[in-house]
């Protein structure tokens, strides 16, 4: 995945590029949901991971409550 190399290489907003193409294909795609929150985090671009992983809990993803949890009730 593109998304996922640009994030190993801290290019976060080329990886969030893809990631969001990556939904816009399938809105359920939880592994981009993820990894563009990591993204949104490391350019500290709380607010945004924060609704990426809000969207996972609703998808039940229990990781994602716990980060929520850590990140976004402070």
């Known amino acids: 995945n593109k998304g996922t190399n640009y994030a190993q290489k801290q290019k976060y907003n ?3 590029e893809q990631f969001n ?17 990591f993204c949104y ?5 709380v607010k945004e991971a924060c609704l990426d992983w809000e969207y996972l809990m609703k998808l039940e993803q ?3 409550t716990k ?3 850590e990140n976004c009730n402070k």
């Open 41 to 45: 985090y490391k350019l500290n671009m």
């Open 14 to 16: 080329l990886a969030i």
């Open 21 to 37: 193409f990556c939904i816009s294909a399938d809105t359920l795609d939880i592994d981009s949901y993820y990894n563009r929150a």
């Open 67 to 69: 980060i929520f949890q």
């Open 62 to 64: 229990s990781a994602a």
